[in-house]
Protein backbone atom coordinates (compact mmCIF):
# COMPACT_ATOMS: atom_id res chain seq x y z
CA UNK A 1 0.00 0.00 0.00
CA UNK A 2 1.30 3.35 -0.89
CA UNK A 3 0.39 6.50 0.78
CA UNK A 4 0.92 9.99 0.15
CA UNK A 5 3.25 11.39 3.34
CA UNK A 6 2.28 15.14 3.84
CA UNK A 7 5.74 15.14 6.30
CA UNK A 8 8.49 14.35 2.69
CA UNK A 9 5.68 15.55 0.56
CA UNK A 10 6.02 11.69 -1.48
CA UNK A 11 4.09 8.91 -1.52
CA UNK A 12 5.60 6.19 0.08
CA UNK A 13 5.54 2.61 0.69
CA UNK A 14 3.62 1.93 4.00
CA UNK A 15 5.50 -0.12 6.20
CA UNK A 16 4.43 -0.06 10.20
CA UNK A 17 7.36 -0.04 12.57
CA UNK A 18 6.28 -3.52 13.99
CA UNK A 19 5.31 -5.83 10.83
CA UNK A 20 1.39 -7.15 10.73
CA UNK A 21 0.59 -4.50 13.19
CA UNK A 22 -0.22 -0.74 13.21
CA UNK A 23 -0.38 2.19 15.42
CA UNK A 24 -3.36 4.89 14.40
CA UNK A 25 -3.98 8.71 15.97
CA UNK A 26 -6.24 10.78 14.52
CA UNK A 27 -6.60 14.35 16.05
CA UNK A 28 -10.49 14.66 17.98
CA UNK A 29 -13.16 17.00 17.76
CA UNK A 30 -13.42 20.08 20.54
CA UNK A 31 -16.49 19.34 21.54
CA UNK A 32 -17.78 22.47 22.25
CA UNK A 33 -20.52 22.27 19.29
CA UNK A 34 -21.72 20.59 16.85
CA UNK A 35 -19.22 18.97 14.25
CA UNK A 36 -20.34 20.22 10.99
CA UNK A 37 -20.43 18.02 7.66
CA UNK A 38 -16.61 19.37 6.86
CA UNK A 39 -15.15 18.30 9.99
CA UNK A 40 -16.90 15.13 9.24
CA UNK A 41 -15.24 14.38 6.04
CA UNK A 42 -11.84 13.86 7.84
CA UNK A 43 -13.35 11.02 9.93
CA UNK A 44 -14.99 9.09 6.87
CA UNK A 45 -11.62 9.02 5.35
CA UNK A 46 -9.52 8.24 8.57
CA UNK A 47 -12.37 5.63 8.72
CA UNK A 48 -11.94 4.36 5.50
CA UNK A 49 -8.18 4.12 6.28
CA UNK A 50 -8.48 2.50 9.12
CA UNK A 51 -10.62 -0.45 7.89
CA UNK A 52 -8.76 -0.77 4.70
CA UNK A 53 -5.40 -1.63 6.86
CA UNK A 54 -7.77 -4.24 9.02
CA UNK A 55 -9.00 -5.25 5.62
CA UNK A 56 -5.65 -5.36 4.93
CA UNK A 57 -4.66 -8.25 7.29
CA UNK A 58 -3.02 -5.51 9.87
CA UNK A 59 -4.04 -5.64 13.70
CA UNK A 60 -4.76 -1.70 13.75
CA UNK A 61 -4.61 0.04 17.44
CA UNK A 62 -6.92 3.44 16.43
CA UNK A 63 -6.65 6.00 18.95
CA UNK A 64 -8.67 9.71 18.92
CA UNK A 65 -8.49 12.58 21.78
CA UNK A 66 -11.07 14.80 22.99
CA UNK A 67 -10.36 18.15 23.41
CA UNK A 68 -12.58 19.34 26.26
CA UNK A 69 -9.95 21.76 27.85
CA UNK A 70 -7.56 24.17 26.24
CA UNK A 71 -7.96 24.97 22.72
CA UNK A 72 -8.26 28.62 22.48
CA UNK A 73 -10.43 30.54 19.62
CA UNK A 74 -7.21 31.20 17.44
CA UNK A 75 -4.86 28.61 17.50
CA UNK A 76 -2.01 30.45 18.15
CA UNK A 77 -2.37 30.35 21.38
CA UNK A 78 -4.30 33.59 21.66
CA UNK A 79 -8.24 33.90 22.45
CA UNK A 80 -10.52 32.82 24.34
CA UNK A 81 -10.73 29.37 25.29
CA UNK A 82 -13.01 27.33 22.90
CA UNK A 83 -14.81 25.22 25.65
CA UNK A 84 -15.44 28.23 27.75
CA UNK A 85 -17.04 30.04 24.94
CA UNK A 86 -19.85 26.88 24.17
CA UNK A 87 -20.22 27.17 27.87
CA UNK A 88 -21.19 30.70 28.16
CA UNK A 89 -23.03 30.10 25.27
CA UNK A 90 -25.60 27.57 26.52
CA UNK A 91 -25.22 28.55 29.99
CA UNK A 92 -23.99 25.71 31.42
CA UNK A 93 -20.96 23.92 32.64
CA UNK A 94 -17.65 23.63 31.02
CA UNK A 95 -17.96 19.64 31.36
CA UNK A 96 -21.61 19.55 31.14
CA UNK A 97 -20.98 20.56 27.04
CA UNK A 98 -18.08 18.38 27.00
CA UNK A 99 -20.23 15.44 27.47
CA UNK A 100 -23.62 16.53 25.45
CA UNK A 101 -21.11 17.85 22.48
CA UNK A 102 -18.83 14.31 22.49
CA UNK A 103 -22.29 12.43 22.48
CA UNK A 104 -23.20 14.11 19.78
CA UNK A 105 -20.29 13.51 17.82
CA UNK A 106 -20.03 10.08 17.98
CA UNK A 107 -23.59 9.98 17.60
CA UNK A 108 -23.01 11.71 14.00
CA UNK A 109 -19.84 8.81 13.82
CA UNK A 110 -22.47 6.44 13.93
CA UNK A 111 -24.98 7.66 11.35
CA UNK A 112 -21.97 7.87 9.16
CA UNK A 113 -20.87 4.54 9.80
CA UNK A 114 -17.76 5.75 11.27
CA UNK A 115 -16.10 3.35 13.68
CA UNK A 116 -15.65 4.69 17.40
CA UNK A 117 -11.83 4.43 17.78
CA UNK A 118 -10.29 1.56 20.29
CA UNK A 119 -9.61 4.36 22.44
CA UNK A 120 -11.14 7.96 23.44
CA UNK A 121 -9.02 9.88 25.56
CA UNK A 122 -10.49 12.99 27.10
CA UNK A 123 -7.79 16.09 27.40
CA UNK A 124 -9.03 16.29 31.02
CA UNK A 125 -8.18 12.87 32.23
CA UNK A 126 -4.65 12.88 31.21
CA UNK A 127 -2.92 15.97 33.30
CA UNK A 128 -0.58 14.00 34.89
CA UNK A 129 0.82 12.84 31.73
CA UNK A 130 0.93 16.48 30.04
CA UNK A 131 2.71 17.75 33.74
CA UNK A 132 5.18 14.85 33.35
CA UNK A 133 6.06 15.94 29.63
CA UNK A 134 6.40 19.47 30.44
CA UNK A 135 9.18 18.90 33.43
CA UNK A 136 10.63 16.73 30.99
CA UNK A 137 11.18 19.62 28.56
CA UNK A 138 11.77 21.90 31.19
CA UNK A 139 14.40 19.76 31.99
CA UNK A 140 16.08 19.26 28.59
CA UNK A 141 16.20 23.12 27.99
CA UNK A 142 13.40 23.04 25.36
CA UNK A 143 10.61 24.89 27.80
CA UNK A 144 11.18 28.10 29.37
CA UNK A 145 8.89 30.05 32.34
CA UNK A 146 7.07 33.80 31.35
CA UNK A 147 4.30 35.62 32.55
CA UNK A 148 3.60 32.63 34.24
CA UNK A 149 3.13 30.47 31.59
CA UNK A 150 5.33 27.39 30.26
CA UNK A 151 6.73 28.12 26.05
CA UNK A 152 7.82 25.67 24.05
CA UNK A 153 11.19 27.64 22.81
CA UNK A 154 11.16 26.56 19.30
CA UNK A 155 14.57 28.36 18.70
CA UNK A 156 16.49 25.35 20.15
CA UNK A 157 14.94 22.96 17.41
CA UNK A 158 16.95 22.68 13.94
CA UNK A 159 14.11 23.04 12.23
CA UNK A 160 10.72 23.81 13.41
CA UNK A 161 8.73 23.82 10.25
CA UNK A 162 9.27 20.40 9.42
CA UNK A 163 6.15 20.62 6.77
CA UNK A 164 7.34 23.36 4.89
CA UNK A 165 5.46 25.77 3.39
CA UNK A 166 5.96 28.14 6.11
CA UNK A 167 8.90 30.22 7.66
CA UNK A 168 9.46 32.90 10.50
CA UNK A 169 8.03 35.65 8.08
CA UNK A 170 4.90 34.00 7.72
CA UNK A 171 4.12 34.56 11.19
CA UNK A 172 4.95 38.12 11.44
CA UNK A 173 2.38 39.87 13.41
CA UNK A 174 -0.19 40.96 11.29
CA UNK A 175 0.51 38.84 8.12
CA UNK A 176 -1.67 35.98 9.30
CA UNK A 177 -5.14 36.56 11.43
CA UNK A 178 -4.77 33.71 13.66
CA UNK A 179 -1.19 35.31 15.15
CA UNK A 180 -1.39 37.69 17.97
CA UNK A 181 1.60 38.96 20.06
CA UNK A 182 2.68 37.88 23.27
CA UNK A 183 4.79 39.73 24.80
CA UNK A 184 5.95 36.83 26.69
CA UNK A 185 7.33 34.51 23.42
CA UNK A 186 10.75 35.05 23.28
CA UNK A 187 10.35 33.35 19.69
CA UNK A 188 7.08 34.47 17.38
CA UNK A 189 6.70 30.39 16.36
CA UNK A 190 6.98 29.68 20.20
CA UNK A 191 4.06 28.00 21.88
CA UNK A 192 2.06 27.47 25.34
CA UNK A 193 2.59 24.21 27.36
CA UNK A 194 0.75 25.94 30.08
CA UNK A 195 -1.49 28.48 31.24
CA UNK A 196 -1.48 29.56 34.66
CA UNK A 197 -3.68 31.80 36.63
CA UNK A 198 -1.44 34.56 35.93
CA UNK A 199 -2.96 34.94 32.56
CA UNK A 200 -6.66 33.44 32.38
CA UNK A 201 -8.27 33.99 35.52
CA UNK A 202 -11.41 33.16 34.61
CA UNK A 203 -10.56 29.82 33.33
CA UNK A 204 -13.50 27.32 34.76
CA UNK A 205 -10.95 24.06 34.87
CA UNK A 206 -7.63 24.43 36.40
CA UNK A 207 -5.21 22.32 37.99
CA UNK A 208 -2.54 21.94 40.67
CA UNK A 209 1.13 21.67 39.07
CA UNK A 210 4.55 22.20 39.84
CA UNK A 211 4.00 25.77 37.14
CA UNK A 212 0.89 26.85 39.34
CA UNK A 213 -2.87 26.53 39.32
CA UNK A 214 -3.36 26.39 35.74
CA UNK A 215 -4.16 24.36 32.59
CA UNK A 216 -2.44 22.52 29.77
CA UNK A 217 -2.28 24.33 25.88
CA UNK A 218 -4.39 22.87 23.34
CA UNK A 219 -1.34 20.96 21.67
CA UNK A 220 0.24 19.30 24.33
CA UNK A 221 -2.70 16.62 24.65
CA UNK A 222 -2.25 14.58 21.60
CA UNK A 223 1.78 14.37 22.40
CA UNK A 224 1.35 12.58 25.55
CA UNK A 225 -2.42 10.71 24.71
CA UNK A 226 -0.72 9.56 21.86
CA UNK A 227 2.48 8.37 23.84
CA UNK A 228 -0.01 6.96 27.00
CA UNK A 229 -1.78 3.94 24.35
CA UNK A 230 1.12 3.63 22.02
CA UNK A 231 4.25 4.26 23.70
CA UNK A 232 6.83 6.55 22.36
CA UNK A 233 6.57 5.61 18.26
CA UNK A 234 3.03 6.25 16.04
CA UNK A 235 2.75 4.85 12.45
CA UNK A 236 0.00 7.02 11.32
CA UNK A 237 -0.84 10.42 12.22
CA UNK A 238 -4.35 11.65 10.76
CA UNK A 239 -5.80 15.33 11.00
CA UNK A 240 -7.12 17.94 8.95
CA UNK A 241 -5.28 19.72 6.41
CA UNK A 242 -5.79 22.73 8.57
CA UNK A 243 -4.35 20.99 11.29
CA UNK A 244 -0.72 20.88 9.82
CA UNK A 245 0.61 23.76 11.16
CA UNK A 246 0.58 25.12 13.81
CA UNK A 247 -0.73 22.01 15.72
CA UNK A 248 1.04 19.12 14.29
CA UNK A 249 4.48 21.15 13.85
CA UNK A 250 4.11 22.16 17.33
CA UNK A 251 3.11 17.84 18.54
CA UNK A 252 6.77 16.73 16.57
CA UNK A 253 8.50 19.64 18.22
CA UNK A 254 7.44 18.91 21.79
CA UNK A 255 7.29 14.91 20.95
CA UNK A 256 10.43 14.36 19.52
CA UNK A 257 12.07 17.13 21.73
CA UNK A 258 11.13 14.79 25.12
CA UNK A 259 11.52 11.47 23.37
CA UNK A 260 15.10 11.91 21.77
CA UNK A 261 14.03 10.25 18.55
CA UNK A 262 11.67 10.19 15.40
CA UNK A 263 8.16 10.48 16.90
CA UNK A 264 5.67 9.49 14.10
CA UNK A 265 7.20 8.49 10.42
CA UNK A 266 3.35 9.09 8.08
CA UNK A 267 0.96 12.13 8.20
CA UNK A 268 -2.43 11.84 6.49
CA UNK A 269 -3.69 14.78 6.46
CA UNK A 270 -7.49 15.28 4.29
CA UNK A 271 -8.14 18.48 2.48
CA UNK A 272 -11.20 20.91 2.80
CA UNK A 273 -14.69 20.75 2.11
CA UNK A 274 -15.29 24.13 0.50
CA UNK A 275 -18.67 25.49 -0.21
CA UNK A 276 -19.04 28.21 -2.78
CA UNK A 277 -17.89 31.30 -0.29
CA UNK A 278 -14.61 29.02 0.80
CA UNK A 279 -14.11 26.77 3.54
CA UNK A 280 -17.04 25.54 5.69
CA UNK A 281 -16.40 26.60 9.59
CA UNK A 282 -17.70 27.13 12.88
CA UNK A 283 -16.23 30.36 13.13
CA UNK A 284 -17.89 31.83 10.09
CA UNK A 285 -21.24 30.26 11.46
CA UNK A 286 -21.32 27.23 8.56
CA UNK A 287 -22.96 24.92 11.06
CA UNK A 288 -24.34 22.26 8.48
CA UNK A 289 -24.98 19.24 10.54
CA UNK A 290 -25.53 15.11 9.61
CA UNK A 291 -28.90 16.44 11.49
CA UNK A 292 -29.52 19.06 9.03
CA UNK A 293 -29.04 16.64 6.02
CA UNK A 294 -31.70 13.98 7.59
CA UNK A 295 -34.14 17.31 8.18
CA UNK A 296 -33.58 17.63 4.04
CA UNK A 297 -34.28 14.49 3.54
CA UNK A 298 -30.76 12.85 3.09
CA UNK A 299 -29.61 9.54 4.25
CA UNK A 300 -26.35 10.28 6.15
CA UNK A 301 -24.39 7.42 3.97
CA UNK A 302 -25.48 9.30 0.88
CA UNK A 303 -23.05 12.03 2.29
CA UNK A 304 -20.45 9.42 2.97
CA UNK A 305 -20.91 8.46 -0.75
CA UNK A 306 -20.65 11.89 -1.60
CA UNK A 307 -16.78 12.00 -0.09
CA UNK A 308 -15.61 8.69 -1.14
CA UNK A 309 -16.40 9.76 -4.56
CA UNK A 310 -13.64 12.47 -4.33
CA UNK A 311 -10.14 11.97 -3.06
CA UNK A 312 -9.24 12.91 0.26
CA UNK A 313 -6.15 15.05 -0.77
CA UNK A 314 -8.38 17.14 -2.74
CA UNK A 315 -10.83 20.02 -1.94
CA UNK A 316 -13.99 18.95 -2.11
CA UNK A 317 -17.02 21.68 -3.08
CA UNK A 318 -20.12 21.05 -1.11
CA UNK A 319 -23.34 22.36 -2.85
CA UNK A 320 -27.11 20.97 -2.87
CA UNK A 321 -26.62 19.64 -6.20
CA UNK A 322 -23.64 17.84 -6.21
CA UNK A 323 -25.08 16.25 -3.01
CA UNK A 324 -28.45 15.55 -4.91
CA UNK A 325 -26.06 13.96 -7.81
CA UNK A 326 -24.71 11.49 -5.54
CA UNK A 327 -28.26 10.69 -3.56
CA UNK A 328 -29.37 9.72 -7.08
CA UNK A 329 -26.02 8.16 -7.67
CA UNK A 330 -26.15 5.74 -4.53
CA UNK A 331 -30.21 5.16 -5.11
CA UNK A 332 -29.24 4.00 -8.62
CA UNK A 333 -26.66 2.19 -7.25
CA UNK A 334 -28.68 0.59 -4.40
CA UNK A 335 -31.27 -0.14 -7.05
CA UNK A 336 -28.76 -2.06 -9.25
CA UNK A 337 -27.48 -4.15 -6.42
CA UNK A 338 -31.26 -5.13 -5.61
CA UNK A 339 -31.85 -6.40 -9.17
CA UNK A 340 -29.30 -9.28 -8.13
CA UNK A 341 -30.64 -12.68 -7.26
CA UNK A 342 -28.71 -13.98 -3.75
CA UNK A 343 -29.83 -17.47 -4.85
CA UNK A 344 -28.46 -17.60 -8.57
CA UNK A 345 -25.02 -20.05 -7.66
CA UNK A 346 -22.35 -19.80 -5.16
CA UNK A 347 -19.80 -17.55 -4.90
CA UNK A 348 -16.83 -18.59 -7.50
CA UNK A 349 -13.20 -18.16 -5.65
CA UNK A 350 -11.40 -17.33 -9.29
CA UNK A 351 -14.01 -14.61 -10.55
CA UNK A 352 -14.20 -13.21 -7.08
CA UNK A 353 -9.98 -12.64 -6.97
CA UNK A 354 -10.49 -11.24 -10.27
CA UNK A 355 -13.41 -8.51 -9.11
CA UNK A 356 -11.40 -7.74 -5.96
CA UNK A 357 -7.68 -6.74 -7.66
CA UNK A 358 -9.39 -3.20 -8.76
CA UNK A 359 -10.87 -2.57 -5.74
CA UNK A 360 -7.23 -3.03 -3.59
CA UNK A 361 -5.34 -1.84 -6.66
CA UNK A 362 -7.46 1.60 -6.24
CA UNK A 363 -6.57 1.55 -1.86
CA UNK A 364 -3.33 0.53 -2.24
CA UNK A 365 -3.22 3.85 -4.42
CA UNK A 366 -2.90 6.82 -1.95
CA UNK A 367 -6.70 5.01 -0.81
CA UNK A 368 -8.00 6.23 -4.18
CA UNK A 369 -11.81 5.87 -2.70
CA UNK A 370 -12.94 7.10 -6.68
CA UNK A 371 -11.89 4.39 -8.14
CA UNK A 372 -12.72 2.29 -5.68
CA UNK A 373 -16.11 2.90 -5.80
CA UNK A 374 -15.59 2.75 -9.91
CA UNK A 375 -14.81 -0.54 -9.19
CA UNK A 376 -18.18 -1.28 -7.39
CA UNK A 377 -20.13 -0.60 -10.86
CA UNK A 378 -17.31 -2.80 -12.69
CA UNK A 379 -18.64 -5.37 -10.70
CA UNK A 380 -21.86 -5.87 -12.55
CA UNK A 381 -20.04 -6.13 -15.58
CA UNK A 382 -18.33 -9.41 -14.92
CA UNK A 383 -18.93 -12.90 -16.54
CA UNK A 384 -20.04 -14.38 -13.43
CA UNK A 385 -23.12 -15.12 -11.27
CA UNK A 386 -25.14 -13.08 -8.78
CA UNK A 387 -23.67 -14.72 -5.75
CA UNK A 388 -20.57 -14.02 -6.63
CA UNK A 389 -21.37 -10.14 -7.14
CA UNK A 390 -23.15 -9.85 -3.93
CA UNK A 391 -20.32 -11.83 -1.89
CA UNK A 392 -17.59 -8.90 -3.92
CA UNK A 393 -20.24 -5.80 -3.32
CA UNK A 394 -20.58 -6.79 0.74
CA UNK A 395 -16.65 -7.49 0.67
CA UNK A 396 -15.83 -3.95 -0.34
CA UNK A 397 -18.52 -2.86 1.31
CA UNK A 398 -16.36 -3.69 4.75
CA UNK A 399 -14.55 -0.86 3.29
CA UNK A 400 -16.46 1.43 2.00
CA UNK A 401 -19.40 1.63 4.80
CA UNK A 402 -22.15 2.44 2.41
CA UNK A 403 -24.69 -0.70 3.65
CA UNK A 404 -25.16 -1.33 0.35
CA UNK A 405 -26.19 -4.86 0.58
CA UNK A 406 -28.60 -3.68 3.88
CA UNK A 407 -30.13 -1.13 1.76
CA UNK A 408 -31.03 -3.24 -1.33
CA UNK A 409 -32.23 -5.82 0.35
CA UNK A 410 -34.59 -3.47 1.72
CA UNK A 411 -35.84 -2.49 -1.84
CA UNK A 412 -36.06 -6.07 -2.93
CA UNK A 413 -37.91 -7.04 -0.23
CA UNK A 414 -40.41 -4.11 -0.79
CA UNK A 415 -40.65 -4.64 -4.30
CA UNK A 416 -38.65 -1.97 -5.62
CA UNK A 417 -39.21 0.51 -2.90
CA UNK A 418 -37.16 1.21 0.33
CA UNK A 419 -39.52 0.82 3.23
CA UNK A 420 -40.77 4.13 3.89
CA UNK A 421 -42.17 3.18 7.47
CA UNK A 422 -45.72 1.36 5.95
CA UNK A 423 -47.16 4.45 5.04
CA UNK A 424 -49.98 3.55 2.23
CA UNK A 425 -50.69 6.99 2.00
CA UNK A 426 -47.21 8.32 1.25
CA UNK A 427 -46.72 5.75 -1.68
CA UNK A 428 -49.98 6.24 -3.37
CA UNK A 429 -48.81 10.04 -3.60
CA UNK A 430 -45.25 9.28 -4.76
CA UNK A 431 -46.60 6.85 -7.56
CA UNK A 432 -49.21 9.39 -8.47
CA UNK A 433 -46.67 11.59 -8.28
CA UNK A 434 -43.90 9.41 -10.76
CA UNK A 435 -47.19 8.68 -13.33
CA UNK A 436 -48.12 12.74 -13.56
CA UNK A 437 -43.77 13.12 -13.92
CA UNK A 438 -43.87 10.49 -16.72
CA UNK A 439 -46.54 12.23 -18.95
CA UNK A 440 -44.79 15.78 -18.49
CA UNK A 441 -41.54 13.63 -20.09
CA UNK A 442 -43.92 12.22 -22.54
CA UNK A 443 -45.17 16.01 -23.39
CA UNK A 444 -41.33 17.14 -23.32
CA UNK A 445 -42.38 19.07 -20.39
CA UNK A 446 -39.31 18.77 -18.49
CA UNK A 447 -39.40 21.53 -16.86
CA UNK A 448 -42.56 20.44 -15.05
CA UNK A 449 -41.09 16.91 -14.76
CA UNK A 450 -37.94 18.55 -12.87
CA UNK A 451 -40.55 20.73 -10.44
CA UNK A 452 -42.01 17.31 -9.60
CA UNK A 453 -38.44 15.55 -8.76
CA UNK A 454 -37.84 18.40 -6.50
CA UNK A 455 -40.87 18.39 -4.70
CA UNK A 456 -40.62 14.81 -3.90
CA UNK A 457 -36.75 15.33 -3.11
CA UNK A 458 -38.18 18.29 -0.58
CA UNK A 459 -39.87 15.44 1.38
CA UNK A 460 -37.19 13.09 1.70
CA UNK A 461 -37.83 10.64 -1.91
CA UNK A 462 -35.37 9.83 -4.17
CA UNK A 463 -36.87 9.01 -7.55
CA UNK A 464 -34.76 6.25 -9.74
CA UNK A 465 -34.74 5.96 -13.35
CA UNK A 466 -34.23 2.56 -14.62
CA UNK A 467 -34.70 0.92 -18.04
CA UNK A 468 -38.18 -1.22 -16.55
CA UNK A 469 -39.71 2.19 -15.20
CA UNK A 470 -39.08 4.65 -12.23
CA UNK A 471 -38.82 3.20 -8.55
CA UNK A 472 -38.05 5.12 -5.50
CA UNK A 473 -36.38 5.39 -1.78
CA UNK A 474 -37.28 6.91 1.20
CA UNK A 475 -34.95 8.61 3.70
CA UNK A 476 -35.35 7.57 7.00
Known sequence: MYLYNSLTRTRELFTPREPGKVSMYTC??????????GNLRSYIMEDVLEKYLRYSGYDVKRVMNITDVGHLTSDADTGEDKMLKGAKREHKSVMQIAEFYTNAFFEDCRRLNIKRPDYVQPATGCIAEFIK???????KGYAYHAGGNIYFDTSKLD????????????LAVGVRDTVEE???????????????????????????SPFGVGYPGWHI???????????EYLDIHCGGIDNVFPHHTNEIAQSESAF????????????????????????KGDILTVSVLESKGYDPLVYRFFCLQSHYRKNLLFSWDNLD???????????RIAQLNPADGEADSAAFAEGRRPFTEALDNDLNTSLAITAVYDVFKLKTNDATKLALIADFDRVLGLDLIGHAEAVRKNDGTEDSGADPELDAYVKSMIEARRAAKAERNYAEADRIRAELAERGVTLIDTKEGTTYTVSK
Not at 188 to 208: G, I, P, R
Not at 221 to 230: H, W
Not at 260 to 283: A, D, R
Request: negative net charge; hydrophobic residues 30%.
Open 159 to 170: KYYVFGGFTEED
Open 133 to 139: MIETLLE
Open 28 to 37: GPTVYHYAHV
Open 260 to 283: GHEWCHYWFHVHHLNTEGGKMSKS
Open 325 to 335: NAKNAYSKLVA
Open 221 to 231: ECSCIAEKYCG
Open 182 to 208: DSNKRNKADFVLWFTKSKFDSQELKWD
